[in-house]
T-cell receptor, first 111, second 118 residues
Framework: KAGVTQTPRYLIKTRGQQVTLSCSPI?????VSWYQQTPGQGLQFLFE???????NKGNFPGRFSGRQFSNSRSEMNVSTLELGDSALYLC??????????FGSGTQLSVL | AQSVAQPEDQVNVAEGNPLTVKCTYS??????LFWYVQYPNRGLQFLLK??????LVKGSYGFEAEFNKSQTSFHLKKPSALVSDSALYFC????????????????FGQGTTLQVKP
C-alpha cells in the first residue's frame, strides 16, 4: 500500500507570492491533517479535513487555507507569502483514529 | 490549555544501554497520548499510543511508554538502545477541547533528539 504522498518535495518562492501544496493520503483514509514544522515553533496544527469538510482549524492567519477533494486528496494554499512561512509542511492521513500516517513533507523556502 | 512538555532537548545514551525520553502533559479530561519518531528528511512515524487500560504501552521497534496519571507523565523507554534509534522523538496529546473532529489535531511537544553512540 502506498504511503502518504506530498508534492512537491521542495519549493522556493519569493515574498508576496502564493503557493499550493498537494497531499495524497493512503488509500481508504478519509481524514487529512496538515502541520507546519519549524525549528522555533516546532510542530503546529494547521487544519484537518474529513470527507471534504474542514472540521478543525489551528491558529494560523487566513492566508493559510486548504481543501479536500472527493477522492480525499488535499491541497493547502498559502497566499501573500512571508519570510516566516518558510517551513516543512507535513500532511498526515488516518482512518479516523489517532494513528496518523505522515508524508515526507514539502520544504518551503520563502526568499 | 492543553500542552505537552519534553524537558530535554537531547538525550545521549550508549548502545546497549536503556533509554528514557521524558514527556509530561496537561490536558482536560482523559488524555490520549502518543509518541512519534522523525528520521532526517522524513515525516513522522507512529510509535505507540495510550488511550486507556494498562499503564505500560508497548509499541514499534521495541519501544514502550509508561503512563503515570499522578505525575502526568508519559515517558518513552527502551531496554537496550540501538544506534539506529538515533532520531527526533515527539510526544503528543490529542486535543480534547471538542468532542468530534479532533482525531487529526495533535498537540506536540518540542521534540527530543536521541543520540545513541556505539
Amino acid at each position: 500500500k502506498a504511503g502518504v504522498t506530498q508534492t512537491p518535495r521542495y519549493l522556493i518562492k519569493t515574498r508576496g507570492q502564493q503557493v499550493t501544496l498537494s497531499c495524497s493520503p493512503i488509500s481508504g483514509h478519509r481524514s487529512v491533517s496538515w502541520y507546519q514544522q519549524t525549528p522555533g515553533q516546532g510542530l503546529q496544527f494547521l487544519f484537518e479535513y474529513f470527507s471534504e469538510t474542514q472540521r478543525n482549524k489551528g491558529n494560523f492567519p487566513g492566508r493559510f487555507s486548504g481543501r479536500q477533494f472527493s477522492n480525499s486528496r488535499s491541497e493547502m494554499n498559502v497566499s501573500t507569502l512571508e519570510l516566516g512561512d518558510s517551513a516543512l509542511y507535513l500532511c498526515a492521513s488516518s482512518l479516523g483514529d489517532e494513528k496518523l500516517f505522515f508524508g515526507s513533507g514539502t520544504q518551503l523556502s520563502v526568499l | 490549555a492543553q500542552s505537552v512538555a519534553q524537558p530535554e532537548d537531547q538525550v545521549n545514551v550508549a548502545e546497549g544501554n536503556p533509554l528514557t525520553v521524558k514527556c509530561t502533559y496537561s490536558v482536560s479530561g482523559n488524555p490520549y497520548l502518543f509518541w512519534y519518531v522523525q528520521y532526517p528528511n522524513r515525516g513522522l512515524q507512529f510509535l505507540l499510543k495510550y488511550i486507556t487500560g494498562d499503564n505500560l504501552v508497548k509499541g514499534s521497534y521495541g519501544f514502550e511508554a509508561e503512563f503515570n496519571k499522578s505525575q502526568t507523565s508519559f515517558h518513552l523507554k527502551k531496554p537496550s538502545a540501538l544506534v539506529s534509534d538515533s532520531a527526533l522523538y515527539f510526544c503528543a496529546v490529542r486535543d480534547n477541547s471538542r468532542w468530534s473532529g479532533n482525531t487529526g489535531k495533535l498537540i506536540f511537544g518540542q521534540g527530543t533528539t536521541l543520540q545513541v553512540k556505539p
